[in-house]
């Protein structure tokens, strides 16, 4: 049979006898054309490989007369003797009273004639370790194949309308390196959610109220008093272009931020005018509308070059509305109450190990803080989405605030008992002295300065490629363009591949490498399969007929199996909203198929079936690699 498939490619009447054993396809389906045959698999719901192995173990288990639950299996973690292996035997022992290789001998001998696997092995005191048959490997890689756009993943039964909360800068200043995890976290956890096929909205939620926007007012009023913004008496229509640039924005915040440390009357001045303003004085709601404008402009192209974009762009300002009803309806209920002159929700709980102060709703001053204003935004979102869950991307020592928030809009009825809320607290970006990374002179960074950094030092790499590849023909508008793609990937890679809650040392040196677990590594790798698949296609070749064939070899077949573990890890990266697990296996299989490449003569295979087979493989690492790197936020040059 191994024959067949080696020499013939996948015989389709044997392959639909597999896909039927193993449930991949209808039992009635007819013998159909490879077309055909395609686009059922691809209408089909593909099953997950390690499913269908624990279905074929579990059912050799019960066929042995042992309970369906210890067939599970998993991936071995001795791959120089497996592939798969099932403990089920060991535990089983103790209840069946038996020695655990006993068991195990018993449900290899049940297993021997199953065409799935290669090898079932016993092996004491009671393992039993798996290998997959190389044809049936095959057949579901070429099924993956079919399945265009997804690969086996099946989008969800019942999407869900999820809103994710990232981002978060505060208007009237530059973005910083701190905020660069929230903004490329969240934006691939929205990816990630969209691939599952949700219904997912990002949300930026500016800082845009507060003691801020009135120090901005104070120190313009101060620079330029004849403004029709400070006459109260102005009945006209104020100008439509505001009176400050972004840079002269950025320079009038930290200006009176510092002289307000220095001058209570200056302080006091700007939280008059912070009252006034969010008590509807018209010229400094106008003025607020301009700062707003000017620093979402800027904003906007600043995540863009980062590959960050948001559907909303709402901030604290656009939950002021709903204020006022909020808290009359808290304190109506009667879950507010007067403490300390501040108005507070009690958030503890019996089951609480640790202290949970109150959630502040109202200073003594009648001010709102974060928690009103939070608590306000769930409202809106609320009224206007409906969503089923709410997330949260933000920086994890803000853990407590959350707690308090969900808590208080538990207790208080601001959302739906269904509604789920989420806080996903990211750690610290430092440098390699451990520290929350700055400047070398200590500042902190502005965010474009960062990423032009690494685009310098991409662009110096990529020249030098050339130069020791004898000159690829690349231009310095190409080199440019792609040192910019390469050195995002470095920068989003660099953090991704980090599991999110944890800190970690941002290293330019090491991200920018073209070596190891980064960026630019996994970029290269899907730079060399265009290479190949472009030369393939000048040779005259096409591949449009290819049929996967079984491995000819140890690194074809690995490369295979790491391919079909695709559709699990992307559900699992969904459920655990954790991007570092896509990027754990990008890289895994990166290391398979340059594993596979440099052990394989592809473009230099005389026969054209196998050379197909090969170009088909790559094809769909390719694709997969594409898909992966799209949902982290980055895509690939086309040369490097």
């Known amino acids: 049979m191994e024959s067949i498939f080696i020499k013939q490619g996948i015989v389709i009447r044997v392959l639909l006898e597999k896909w039927r054993n193993y449930g991949i396809i209808d039992e009635k389906m007819p013998d159909l054309g490879r077309n055909d045959l395609q686009r059922n698999a691809g209408e089909k719901k593909m099953k997950k490989i390690l499913d269908l192995i624990t279905a074929e173990i579990t059912q050799a288990f019960v066929d042995c007369g042992y309970d369906a639950k210890y067939g599970k299996v998993t991936l071995s973690n001795r791959p120089d003797l497996c592939e798969y292996q099932c403990n089920g035997a060991m535990a089983a022992a103790k209840e069946y009273k038996k020695a655990p290789f006993m068991i195990a001998d018993e449900v290899a001998a049940k297993l021997a004639e199953a065409s799935m696997f290669s090898m079932t092995e016993s092996v004491k005191p009671g393992f039993l370790n798996l290998k997959l048959d190389e044809a049936f490997l095959a057949s579901y890689v070429a099924d993956m194949q079919a399945d265009e756009g997804r690969f086996g993943c099946e989008k969800a039964q019942n999407p869900k309308t999820i809103m994710i909360d990232y981002g978060g800068p505060n208007v009237a200043k530059p973005l910083h390196v701190g905020h660069l995890r929230s903004a490329i976290i969240g934006e691939s956890i929205k990816r990630i959610g969209k691939f599952a096929g949700h219904k997912v909205i990002g949300d930026v939620h500016l800082g845009d109220w507060g003691l801020q926007m009135g120090l901005i007012i104070t120190e313009l009023k101060l620079r330029q008093p004849d403004l029709v913004y400070f006459d109260e008496n102005f009945e006209g229509e104020y100008p439509k272009e505001a009176p400050f640039t972004i840079s002269e924005l950025e320079e009038i915040y930290p200006t009176a931020s510092k002289k307000s440390k220095e001058d209570e009357a200056y302080k006091e001045a700007a939280m008059q005018a912070t009252y006034e303003l969010q008590n509807g004085r018209k010229g400094y709601q106008a003025l607020l509308s301009h700062i707003l404008n000017v620093s979402v402009t800027d904003l906007k192209k600043n995540y863009e070059n980062l590959n960050v974009s948001f559907e909303l762009w709402k901030g604290e300002s656009d939950a002021q509305p709903y204020i006022p009803a909020m808290v009359q309806k808290m304190k109506d209920d009667g879950f507010a109450y007067v403490s300390d002159g501040a108005l507070v929700v009690d958030v503890k709980e019996d089951t609480d190990t640790k202290e949970i102060p109150p959630c502040m709703i109202l200073k003594s001053d009648g001010a709102s803080l974060y928690n009103t204003t939070d608590l306000a935004t769930i409202v809106w979102r609320e009224e206007d989405y409906d969503p089923d869950e709410i997330i949260y ?190 990027c754990a296996y990008i890289y895994e299989l990166a290391n398979a198929f340059n594993g596979f490449y440099h052990e394989t003569k592809i473009l230099s295979e005389e026969d054209f079936k196998v050379q197909a087979s090969y170009i088909g493989l790559l094809v769909l690492t390719k694709n997969i690699l594409e898909t992966c790197i799209d949902v982290l936020g980055f895509s690939a040059p086309d040369r490097m």
């Open 393 to 582: 991307v933000v920086d994890k020592r803000q853990e407590l605030h959350f707690v308090q928030v969900f808590r208080c809009a538990r207790k208080t009825g601001l959302v739906k008992p269904e509604t789920e809320l989420k806080f996903l607290g990211f750690g610290t970006m430092n440098g390699k002295d451990g520290k929350p990374f700055k400047t070398r002179d200590g500042g902190v960074m502005r965010l474009e300065y960062l990423v032009s950094e690494i685009d310098n030092e991409m662009l110096k790499k990529i020249t030098e490629n050339q130069k020791a590849k004898e000159n690829l023909g690349i231009s310095e508008e190409e080199a440019k363009e792609t040192a910019k793609t390469v050195a995002l990937a470095a920068i989003k890679y660099g953090d991704l591949s980090n599991q999110a809650s944890k800190d970690y040392i941002f290293d330019i040196d090491r991200f920018t490498s073209f070596e190891g677990n980064t960026g630019p590594y996994i970029l290269y790798t899907i730079v060399r399969i265009k290479s190949i698949l472009k030369k393939y296609a000048q040779s005259g070749k096409s591949a449009a007929d290819y049929t996967i064939q079984a491995a000819h070899s140890a690194s074809e077949k690995n490369l295979m199996l790491v391919l079909s573990r695709f559709n699990a890890m992307m559900e699992n990266a969904y459920e655990e909203k954790a991007p570092h697990k896509i």
